[in-house]
């Protein structure tokens, strides 16, 4: 086995160790088997039982509630790493069930939402004693209010980065020079060991590594220059997601229903 590529697995039994050692992080990753193959991530803090969703699913809300309450969780913030073209965000759904609640989005993206956000900008949740830390990395190129967000050796990328792909560039302002720079500077800086976390896979595929799509990325992997991602990006020929229409101006609106 080529080691380099073997990291730790970030859960034991779905509470990772390591952030803090007393405490940890609770950890699910959730998957919307509806159509839009979508993961929505749980963060959790054992102690004060704080959490947040990121990218939930208007669809899947009660499920993401129920997991909330098994847990005992309390969430704080519905984030979402873009204005997304193929589903409705949850984030105006948890609003109305979930007092207190706030939706989470970059500025840049257009969207309403109790938060906005930009690159640099820390969003933290938990106790006092183990303050979860959640820095935002702006990573435009799929759209242009993308971000991700890093958590310690995880990070959430959306749809900059995919597991051996990327967001398509072909709409919502999409720029393919702009996509290959964010990756390269905001993501494959990122330790090797960071375990990329995204908002979609299509191939069943559930976690990869920085140090993975550095060498196997078939678009933008380190081998490829931004000239052959281009051209890349400019022939992939995908048909629009089916509910774009009725998505992109739910979720400028944070995915409520005036
Ligand atoms: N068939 C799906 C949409 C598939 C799609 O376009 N996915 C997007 C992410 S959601 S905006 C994408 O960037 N895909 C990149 C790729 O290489 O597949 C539907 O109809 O919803
Ligand atoms: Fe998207």
């Not at 039982?49 to 669809?59: G, N």
């Not at 500077?185 to 976690?207: I, S």
């Amino acid at each position: 086995m080529d080691l380099k590529f073997f990291s730790k697995p970030p859960l034991a039994d779905f509470v990772r160790e390591g952030l803090r050692p007393d405490a940890g992080l609770i950890f699910r990753q959730l998957f919307d088997t509806s159509g839009s193959s979508t993961y929505t991530y749980l963060l959790g803090d054992p102690v004060s039982k704080e959490a947040v969703l990121i990218d939930p699913l208007k669809e899947m809300v009660d499920r993401d509630l129920a997991v909330v309450n098994d847990l005992g969780l309390k969430l704080k913030y519905a984030i979402n790493t873009h204005c997304h073209a193929d589903h409705i965000t949850g984030s105006g759904d948890l609003k109305a069930k979930v007092t207190g609640l706030q939706s989470v989005i970059a500025e840049s993206s257009g969207a309403r939402a109790d938060v906005h956000i930009k690159h640099g900008d820390v969003i933290s949740f938990g106790a006092d004693s183990n303050v979860i830390n959640l820095e935002v990395r702006a990573t435009p190129g799929h759209t242009d209010g993308c971000v991700s967000y890093v958590c310690d050796n995880m990070v959430f990328t959306g749809d900059a980065l995919l597991i051996r792909g990327c967001g398509r560039t072909d709409f919502q302002g999409g720029s393919s020079e702009k996509l290959y720079d964010s990756v390269r500077t905001q993501l494959f800086e990122l330790p090797d060991e960071t375990l990329v976390y995204p908002a979609h896979d299509y191939k069943g595929r559930m976690v990869s590594t920085i140090g993975e799509e550095k060498e196997l990325n078939p678009r933008l992997g380190l081998k490829k220059t931004k000239e052959e991602f281009v051209e890349i990006m400019s022939n992939l020929n995908l048909a629009y997601p089916k509910k774009i229409d009725e998505s992109l101006p739910a979720n400028l609106k944070c995915g409520i229903d005036d």
